[in-house]
């Protein structure tokens, strides 16, 4: 037979067990709208029940045996995938984009129309072949080509050093999660092993593997005691036991950041990032940006390289021949022959066959240096050399679109997977709003309970 004070333990726990479970829907219901929040809800189980008795076993009444957090590891690493992916495009897009900018072509200013500009100023000359304003404006136009060669360049070469710099800035992020991540798995794995479950450190974790997610892509592996391993794509652990190491940002030939471990900084891995703003940054800086400055580089060698000779043939006013029109290596630094820009008499209009008597009329090494600019160039790919320019803009809008195009397909997908763990994971108010009338009728029964109890209790004084 069971005792008063039994029942009164019985309505205790049950008080204190619905009393657990108004609790953690109230931390429910206040973190509706944290990102990254994981929905709890409360195990209850029935105790042991008593010795059995002549009547049979008596119930020991419930408790709150665990909190548990509602979560889908597998969704959740599809997700962290998507989201590596998602910003790969995302900072591919925006360096893409600002390479498309610098080569815009537009009417006035554009590559296409300055070199059309400067050989139509050759055809100029031809009309007036001793016309010195004529030997002016084909300078002009020159320094206009050779400046808008450099404009890009320098532009290509500076946003080829800021997307270098995010890539450093990068490997500190990386390493700075890394960090963080180690230490939280010593303390989930502890709060584990005294059989306690470490809820909010685990979401904090995942916030943390969501923030990596957005540099580099891994892979991770929950250990039974809770210990997240997270391995990089050329197999090495970045965050476990033990680690390999931090990522180190190493200078090559060039002044650019290769990325390797600090334990082997000789064995770059940059090649095998290949996801997150970190695989972004690099095709970018590696690809659309270093293929601009070599298309430029093409540019003004295959220029200077179809002028420099066609102009050594000729002759200028002086009858003197075998001049370089232009100088420089690139596109960094072609530039007019400072001899020609201080002689502009000296500009070779004429064959070298004209003789001194006819120089003044001959115009042939002007025409044949106006028609250049419809001359198809083996060094460019057998295109023009407007057809070139034009050629190297729609390349950068082709990595433009294509990144924009896997970028969209990237967000379709996140917040797909969203949503699902949004169904799974996410807090509805309405439903916790059930159960918190539920738990609270229960928790009013239960202090009526020992309430009644009591009473009873008071009654057998009253007799006593």
């Not at 500009?117 to 100029?124: H, K, V």
């Not at 070779?348 to 198809?376: E, H």
Request: glycine share 8%; charged share 20%.
């Amino acid at each position: 037979m069971t005792t008063i004070n039994h029942s009164l333990w019985i309505g205790r726990d049950a008080l204190v067990a619905h009393q657990g479970a108004i609790a953690v829907t109230g931390q429910n219901i206040s973190n509706v709208n944290t990102p990254g929040y994981s929905r709890q809800r409360i195990v209850l189980e029935t105790k042991a029940p008593m010795t059995a008795y002549p009547e049979g076993m008596i119930g020991n009444g419930v408790y709150l045996k665990t909190v548990q957090r509602v979560y889908d590891r597998f969704l959740n690493n599809r997700l962290n995938t998507a989201l590596q992916d998602q910003h790969r495009w995302e900072a591919r897009q925006s360096v893409v984009q600002q390479v498309e900018a610098v080569f815009q072509e537009t009417e006035e200013t554009g590559l296409s129309s300055r070199i059309g500009g400067f050989f139509n100023a050759w055809q100029d000359i031809a009309s007036n072949p001793t016309g010195y304003a004529e030997r002016l404006t084909v300078i002009g136009k020159a320094k206009d080509l050779a400046l808008g060669l450099k404009q890009a360049h320098d532009s290509l070469t500076s946003l080829q050093r800021e997307t270098d710099a995010q890539i450093r800035d990068g490997v500190n992020a990386v390493n700075s999660l890394a960090t963080n991540l180690n230490a939280l798995n010593d303390q989930i794995v502890r709060m584990k092993q005294r059989g306690q479950n470490p809820n909010d450190l685990e979401d904090k974790r995942d916030a943390m593997l969501a923030d990596l997610a957005e540099y580099v892509d891994f892979t991770t592996n929950e250990s039974s005691e809770g210990l997240v391993t997270v391995t990089l794509a050329d197999g090495k652990v970045l965050v476990g036991r033990p680690p390999e190491g931090k990522l180190v940002a190493v200078d090559d030939a060039d002044g650019l950041a290769k990325i390797a471990w600090s334990s082997d900084p000789g064995t770059p891995i940059t090649g095998q990032i290949g996801s997150g703003k970190m695989k972004g940054w690099i095709e970018s800086r590696d690809g659309t940006i270093q293929n601009g400055l070599d298309r430029m580089d093409a540019l003004a060698k295959a220029i200077r390289d179809a002028v420099n000779p066609l102009h050594q043939a000729g002759k200028g006013l002086d009858g003197v021949g075998g001049r370089d029109f232009f100088i420089g290596t690139g596109a960094s630094d072609l530039a007019v022959h400072p001899d020609i820009e201080a002689n502009p008499t000296w500009i070779a209009a004429a064959s070298a066959d004209a003789i001194d008597g006819t120089l003044a009329a001959d115009n042939r090494n002007a025409l044949a240096m106006a028609a250049l600019v419809n001359q198809a160039v083996s060094d460019l790919g057998s295109a023009t050399f407007s057809q070139y320019a034009a050629w190297s803009a729609a390349q950068v809008g082709q990595d433009v679109r294509n990144a924009s195009q896997n970028l969209s397909y990237q967000k379709a997908v996140v917040s797909q997977l969203q949503n699902v763990r949004d169904s799974i994971s996410g807090v509805s108010l309405d439903e916790e709003m059930a159960n918190l009338i539920q738990y609270q009728h229960a928790y009013a029964a239960s202090a009526r309970m020992i309430t009644t109890v009591n009473q009873m209790m008071q009654d057998l004084v009253t007799m006593v």
